[in-house]
């Protein structure tokens, strides 16, 4: 079981509403990730970071802003939430010289 | 576009019974990499197989790596209910410095 985590696991919220997603790994890794899947979906990289104030924009655009001011901690927020952002957002993260992600359980968000 | 389509998108199997599981890429690789997905949960890595291997084995699991047709195949082997899941395969793609592009994923059912 990796230690990564993600709160909350589920997020049900109105429209307009500024929400954060909290990312949180005690791995010491240098490298994190954003990922959006809708059901059944694959997986679409949103933003990453490869170290401290570090931060990237992922393959599929996403009105969601993310910070990386320490090692272990990588929050998104959403500054307007809207119903098109319901979706299930997952954080990973790898160290510098793996291959492989750690993911954490995910969050279900839901705008209504 | 996308990068890595596995197939099939559903399969049912008995206990007891093999799984095949395959994922055809477009790129050049680095590695390829399977990762299973339980219901409303983040991601699990199982094995990598790196662009200059041909098979790799771990456990229950037998992964192949063709680079000329582009494609891989995951294994599992005398299959168990608990094995029942969605697996996606990623793909490390030249120059993409460890970020992993996924495929929609195959939906696993392993009837006891």
């Known amino acids: 079981e990796a230690d990564i985590y993600q709160t909350p696991r589920y997020l049900v919220i109105g429209t307009g509403k500024k929400i954060t997603l909290e990312c949180s790994q005690t791995?010491?890794?240098?490298?994190m990730y954003w990922y959006q899947q809708d059901p059944g979906m694959e997986l679409h990289l949103i933003h990453y970071?490869?170290?401290?104030?570090?931060?990237e924009k992922g393959d599929l655009s996403s009105e969601s802003t993310v910070s990386r001011i320490r090692t272990e901690h990588f929050p998104l927020t959403l500054e307007s939430a809207r119903p098109s952002h319901t979706s299930q957002y997952l954080c990973?993260?790898?160290?510098?010289?793996?291959?492989?992600?750690?993911f954490g359980p995910g969050t279900r968000l839901l705008v209504l | 576009s996308q990068q890595g389509e596995e197939d099939p998108q559903a399969l049912s199997i008995q206990e007891g019974e093999n799984a095949t599981m395959n994922c055809s890429y477009k790129?050049?690789?680095?590695?390829l990499q399977w990762y299973r997905q339980n219901s409303g949960r983040g991601l699990v890595h199982l094995i990598l197989?790196?662009?200059?291997?041909r098979e790799k084995h771990s456990g229950r699991l037998r992964v192949t790596l063709d680079t000329s047709k582009k494609s891989s195949s995951l294994l599992i082997t005398a299959s168990r209910a608990a094995d029942t899941a969605s697996y996606f395969c990623?793909?490390?793609?030249?120059?993409?410095?460890?970020?992993?592009?996924f495929g929609k994923g195959i939906t696993l059912s392993v009837r006891p």
């Open positions: 970071s490869y170290g401290v104030n570090s931060t």
């Open positions: 791995m010491g890794h240098d490298k």
């Open positions: 790129t050049s690789i680095n590695n």
């Open positions: 197989i790196r662009s200059n291997e």
């Open positions: 990623a793909t490390d793609e030249s120059g993409a410095n460890s970020k992993l592009t």
């Open positions: 990973a993260s790898s160290d510098a010289y793996q291959e492989t992600q750690y």
